[in-house]
């Protein structure tokens, strides 16, 4: 067994056996100080009887997290909320802990922060890989990027493939056009909520996540735009309700004005809204406190931005 530098900051392999949980157990690190990165990837979804697309993870149970054995395990075992842990190889009777040198982990999510829709993940046993021709890509999006051109099992076109071994493989077509025309944005067009109750934790979750994240390194344009969209959708199903109760209206009104903080449409209308209901609240009220914090907080951070 090798020895394990305990207090030195890797990358290292995360598992877990909680479906649905790795944008989840992501999030949290993140919050916890770790750096942290799932593989994402496209995918259609039915929702109220409307195709849209969304991100999800790309490998379920995958994730990755860069900190210290020490710092990690201890998070593990005593603060996450989610059942995960440090995955051990498969080639050294399971002694070895899985890590990532930090430029081959940097180059992968460079690489697939790049275009996700055009992404293909595969487990390694899931491809036969031979040794191919070393490229490097001069010009367009993929400028800079080295990888292995080689024809793959049922498609046509090359690919150029950059790969963690013995974790996951990315795969991306060249394509002989290196340029995308960017997307008209869509106008945002929903019917009253079915599921008030739902849409109300959905916008509170979808607020308090873009408000902790930012596009960056770790958290890509494409997926923090994507949890936008979702925001301003989730906050035009619930715009024309109000509570019956102060509780039930402050729940509705604290996220629609953490909503218009984030997309910056509509804040004196939802910040009075908030400032009503807060007057209306009993004082030992958790969720006035709770109101009161995230106004402070949020005037503070928009009236410095002015």
């Not at 877990?16 to 993140?30: C, M, P, Q």
């Not at 367009?140 to 790969?163: A, F, P, S």
């Not at 994240?213 to 969209?229: C, I, Q």
């Amino acid at each position: 067994m090798a020895v394990i530098d305990s207090d030195i900051e890797k990358w290292y392999v995360i598992g877990t056996r909680s479906l649905r949980h790795e944008e989840k157990i992501r999030d949290e690190l993140r919050k916890a100080g770790f750096r942290s990165h799932v593989p994402m990837k496209y995918e259609l979804k039915i929702v109220r009887g409307q195709e849209r697309r969304t991100m999800v993870p790309a490998i379920s149970g995958l994730i990755f997290a860069r900190g210290s054995y020490d710092a990690l395990t201890e998070y593990i075992q005593y603060k996450s909320h989610v059942k995960f842990h440090l995955r051990k190889s498969t080639f050294s009777n399971k002694q070895d802990y899985l890590t990532v040198r930090d430029e081959v982990m940097e180059r992968f999510i460079d690489f697939t922060n790049i275009r996700q829709e055009k992404i293909t993940y595969f487990k390694p046993e899931e491809l036969n890989l031979k040794e191919g021709e070393i490229i490097k890509i001069k010009g367009g999006l993929y400028d800079g990027l080295e990888g292995t051109v080689l024809r793959m099992k049922g498609k046509r076109n090359k690919h150029i493939v950059v790969q963690i071994p013995d974790i996951v493989i990315a795969a991306i077509e060249i394509e002989p056009e290196l340029i995308e025309v960017k997307a008209k944005e869509e106008k945002i067009r929903e019917k009253p909520s079915k599921n008030v109750e739902a849409d109300k934790k959905l916008l509170l979750e979808t607020a308090e996540w873009l408000i902790d994240n930012k596009p960056d390194k770790d958290v890509t344009t494409v997926a923090y735009n994507l949890k936008l969209n979702e925001l301003k959708r989730t906050k035009a199903r619930l715009t024309t309700f109000k509570g019956f109760t102060a509780t039930t209206e402050a729940e509705l009104a604290l996220p629609l004005y953490m909503a218009a903080v984030i997309t910056q449409e509509g804040i004196p209308e939802a910040e009075e809204r908030l400032t009503k209901v807060i007057d209306r609240m009993r004082d030992n009220s958790k969720l006035k406190a709770k109101c009161i914090d995230i106004l402070n907080n949020l005037k503070r951070k928009n009236d410095g931005n002015d």
